[in-house]
């Protein structure tokens, strides 16, 4: 994915290629072309150390529109541009690069990262000079035409489907076999779809294909693994490992993660401490039996209702691998929490249809949408953040209801209510879930308990359900502290309920703060303990900015990483104690002013660009 630099200079080839050779826009002084597009613009570059080789654009659905509703109206459009459509665009090489293989690897660098987040079809307006490279990678024309300065562009598309046929002929693989043994894939996706390859590592050793050539890269940031989910926790690189600075946690500030701000109830710390050595010495009980009636007593649900783990991403992990297979359907919001794609789409191999929630509704869950979807298609699952990670969009109990009443009884419904308790408990679905076994609710008892450290979570569903899971979790799950922990936690509803209004408090303060101090950026949704953010369009994107905060110790989310809805330009920030988040918002101010500083150039009057080699 184009990091800045690469940015700044694929907006100089453009003006080099767009204005000055085919004349589409007028010539500037500042020898550099953008559009109101790139707020939601993702970017692959091909380069060889600091220089661009050639890029390719891709305009995801969440927009409302595209570079093509320039020249064409909708309705003339002889197919429908749903939430399943991305738009390529914009795929250039400098002159001494054309007739490589480079843009065939870049257009197919393109199709995987629209495969991989659940897009459906493609369309382009494609030169027609190079109609035959279009048609040769699948693209088809549709017979419509328009004129941009020296150029004839044709509308084409082609389904997702369609191109991975197209992929597959043997001339085909030939090229991009070839390409791929020139240059080194870095991209946080696999080259081939197969799950064989999902694995594959990026970021550190050399893949079977990866001769040591130093002809080009696809670039992906540094944290970023093929085999996991991208969750934060960056604060690790300064703290260490293997936690050799320690001194440090108190310096920097992790709101990259949603760890509490505020401790464990005063009985969980008491219990720990009194009994440490032995707690850590002893083998725990092996079904969690106490935990277990501990959550039945709080939450007024049966114990036979009630599986545990060691933190919710267990239980994801566990339950969905268990219902599911490589030909189940899957119905997933975007944006929401990265995990449920990633071992749905990447770890079982799942069809995931992403349904685009929009920026312009506050990215809030239409229920009706969801409905006609599930009876228009036959799904499996539907998964349900509520409220939903990152935007803070919560859905009531009878919406719920209402949309399982109305979609085909074939599809379970899975519910993840980790954040609920900061926001709406009396909305939570568990004493429905534990006599329906149409529903799961999975809880997480980290955040809205401080337990991120000993990781304690658990299903609730029918009988049925949860023995289910049960009987597919090893014995010791919890360990002693865990265990310990999440009972006395769970004897304290006053201290959490009293630590859920400071939070809610806090988190709208900072929002006050951030909107009188820093105008610039975009409130896009906030709830429980986080706000979700929008970078000024034009600036750094949120890889580099979440890099410039790393710097001045503070570290916060790139929102888009698991979200094509969210783009490049999108920050999440965890909600911490009032001094830490006017500490924050100052760091916050000092990363937008680096990053003026970087993109402001000094050049004489009348001085040219200078060129992309």
């Given at each position: 994915m184009?990091?800045?630099?690469?940015?700044?200079?694929?907006?100089?080839?453009r003006h080099?290629?767009?204005?000055?050779?085919?004349?589409?826009?007028?010539?500037?002084?500042?020898g550099?072309?953008?559009?109101?597009l790139?707020?939601?613009?993702?970017?692959?570059?091909?380069?060889?150390g600091?220089?661009?080789?050639?890029?390719?654009?891709?305009?995801?659905?969440?927009?409302?529109?595209?570079s093509?509703?320039?020249?064409?109206?909708?309705?003339?459009i002889p197919?429908e541009?749903?939430?399943?459509?991305?738009?390529?665009?914009?795929?250039?090489?400098?002159?001494d690069?054309?007739?490589?293989t480079?843009a065939?690897?870049?257009m197919?660098?393109?199709?995987r990262w629209?495969e991989s987040?659940?897009?459906?079809r493609?369309?382009?307006?494609?030169?027609?000079?190079?109609?035959?490279?279009?048609?040769?990678?699948?693209?088809?024309?549709?017979?419509?035409?328009?004129?941009?300065?020296?150029?004839t562009y044709?509308?084409?598309?082609?389904?997702?489907?369609?191109?991975?046929e197209?992929?597959?002929?043997a001339?085909?693989?030939?090229?991009?076999?070839?390409?791929?043994?020139?240059?080194?894939?870095a991209?946080?996706?696999?080259?081939?779809?197969?799950?064989?390859?999902?694995?594959?590592s990026?970021g550190?050793?050399a893949?079977?294909h990866?001769?040591?050539?130093?002809?080009?890269?696809v670039?992906?940031?540094?944290?970023?693994?093929?085999?996991?989910?991208?969750h934060?926790?960056?604060?690790?690189?300064?703290i260490?490992?293997?936690?050799?600075?320690?001194?440090?946690r108190?310096?920097?500030?992790?709101?990259?993660?949603?760890?509490a701000w505020?401790p464990?109830?005063?009985?969980?710390l008491?219990?720990?401490?009194?009994?440490?050595p032995w707690c850590v010495a002893?083998a725990?009980?092996?079904?969690?039996?106490?935990v277990?009636?501990?959550?039945s007593?709080?939450?007024?649900?049966p114990?036979?209702?009630?599986?545990v783990?060691?933190?919710?991403?267990?239980?994801i992990?566990?339950?969905?691998?268990?219902?599911?297979?490589?030909?189940?359907?899957?119905?997933?919001?975007?944006?929401t929490?990265?995990?449920?794609?990633h071992?749905?789409?990447r770890?079982?191999?799942?069809?995931?249809?992403?349904?685009?929630?929009?920026?312009?509704?506050?990215?809030r869950?239409?229920?009706?949408a969801?409905?006609?979807?599930c009876?228009?298609q036959?799904?499996?699952?539907?998964?349900?953040?509520?409220?939903n990670n990152?935007?803070g969009?919560?859905?009531?109990?009878l919406?719920?209801q209402?949309?399982?009443?109305s979609i085909?009884?074939?599809?379970?419904?899975?519910?993840?209510e980790?954040?609920?308790?900061?926001?709406?408990?009396?909305?939570?679905l568990?004493?429905?879930?534990?006599?329906?076994?149409?529903?799961v609710v999975?809880?997480?008892l980290?955040?809205?308990h401080?337990?991120?450290?000993?990781r304690?979570?658990?299903?609730?569903?029918?009988?049925?359900?949860a023995?289910?899971i049960?009987?597919?979790?090893?014995?010791?799950?919890?360990?002693?502290p865990?265990?310990?922990a999440?009972?006395?936690?769970?004897?304290?509803d006053?201290?959490?309920?009293?630590?859920?209004?400071?939070?809610?408090?806090?988190?709208?303060a900072?929002v006050?703060?951030?909107?009188e101090r820093?105008?610039?950026l975009?409130l896009?949704g906030?709830?429980?303990?986080?706000?979700?953010?929008?970078?000024?369009?034009?600036?750094a994107?949120?890889?580099s900015f979440?890099?410039a905060?790393a710097?001045?110790g503070?570290?916060?989310?790139d929102?888009?990483?698991?979200?094509p809805?969210?783009?490049?330009?999108?920050i999440?920030?965890?909600?911490k104690?009032?001094?830490?988040?006017?500490?924050?918002?100052?760091?916050?101010s000092?990363?937008?002013?680096?990053?003026?500083a970087r993109s402001?150039?000094v050049?004489k009057v009348g001085?040219?660009?200078?060129?992309?080699?």
């Amino acid at each position: 994915m184009a990091n800045e630099s690469q940015r700044e200079q694929i907006r100089r080839l453009r003006h080099a290629v767009y204005a000055v050779e085919l004349r589409q826009h007028a010539e500037n002084n500042r020898g550099e072309l953008s559009d109101d597009l790139d707020r939601f613009n993702v970017q692959i570059a091909a380069s060889r150390g600091d220089s661009l080789l050639g890029f390719i654009t891709i305009t995801p659905p969440e927009g409302g529109r595209f570079s093509i509703d320039k020249y064409f109206a909708r309705s003339e459009i002889p197919f429908e541009l749903d939430d399943r459509a991305f738009e390529i665009r914009l795929l250039t090489v400098p002159t001494d690069r054309r007739g490589s293989t480079l843009a065939a690897l870049l257009m197919y660098a393109a199709f995987r990262w629209i495969e991989s987040r659940g897009g459906e079809r493609i369309v382009a307006i494609g030169r027609r000079e190079l109609r035959d490279f279009y048609r040769r990678t699948g693209l088809e024309g549709h017979g419509l035409f328009a004129r941009s300065g020296a150029v004839t562009y044709e509308l084409m598309s082609a389904s997702i489907d369609r191109l991975r046929e197209r992929i597959g002929e043997a001339r085909n693989r030939a090229i991009l076999e070839r390409s791929r043994s020139l240059a080194r894939w870095a991209l946080e996706i696999p080259f081939d779809a197969s799950p064989s390859t999902a694995s594959r590592s990026i970021g550190g050793g050399a893949s079977p294909h990866d001769h040591g050539h130093d002809h080009g890269s696809v670039r992906a940031p540094s944290d970023s693994h093929a085999d996991g989910c991208f969750h934060g926790g960056r604060a690790f690189e300064a703290i260490g490992s293997r936690f050799e600075r320690l001194d440090l946690r108190e310096r920097v500030i992790a709101a990259d993660v949603l760890d509490a701000w505020f401790p464990p109830a005063p009985g969980v710390l008491r219990a720990l401490r009194d009994e440490l050595p032995w707690c850590v010495a002893t083998a725990p009980p092996q079904d969690a039996a106490g935990v277990v009636r501990s959550i039945s007593s709080s939450r007024d649900i049966p114990e036979h209702s009630i599986a545990v783990g060691a933190g919710s991403s267990t239980l994801i992990h566990r339950a969905l691998r268990l219902w599911l297979h490589a030909k189940s359907r899957v119905l997933l919001p975007d944006p929401t929490y990265g995990e449920y794609h990633h071992v749905l789409a990447r770890g079982i191999g799942c069809r995931v249809e992403r349904m685009a929630l929009r920026a312009r509704d506050g990215f809030r869950i239409d229920p009706e949408a969801v409905i006609e979807r599930c009876r228009s298609q036959r799904f499996d699952l539907l998964v349900l953040v509520n409220p939903n990670n990152p935007t803070g969009q919560l859905l009531s109990r009878l919406e719920i209801q209402r949309m399982a009443a109305s979609i085909p009884p074939w599809t379970r419904i899975w519910i993840d209510e980790a954040y609920i308790d900061f926001e709406a408990p009396d909305e939570t679905l568990e004493p429905i879930a534990a006599f329906n076994p149409r529903f799961v609710v999975c809880k997480s008892l980290s955040k809205c308990h401080a337990l991120s450290g000993v990781r304690a979570a658990y299903l609730c569903s029918h009988e049925t359900v949860a023995n289910e899971i049960r009987r597919a979790t090893p014995p010791w799950e919890l360990s002693l502290p865990a265990q310990i922990a999440a009972i006395h936690a769970l004897r304290d509803d006053a201290y959490s309920k009293r630590r859920h209004r400071e939070t809610a408090a806090l988190r709208k303060a900072l929002v006050v703060m951030l909107a009188e101090r820093l105008p610039e950026l975009e409130l896009l949704g906030s709830g429980a303990n986080f706000v979700l953010l929008g970078l000024p369009a034009g600036g750094a994107d949120a890889s580099s900015f979440c890099d410039a905060c790393a710097g001045l110790g503070l570290f916060v989310r790139d929102a888009g990483r698991t979200s094509p809805v969210l783009g490049t330009h999108s920050i999440r920030i965890a909600v911490k104690d009032a001094a830490t988040n006017e500490r924050m918002v100052t760091l916050l101010s000092m990363a937008l002013e680096s990053g003026r500083a970087r993109s402001c150039r000094v050049r004489k009057v009348g001085e040219q660009p200078a060129r992309v080699a």
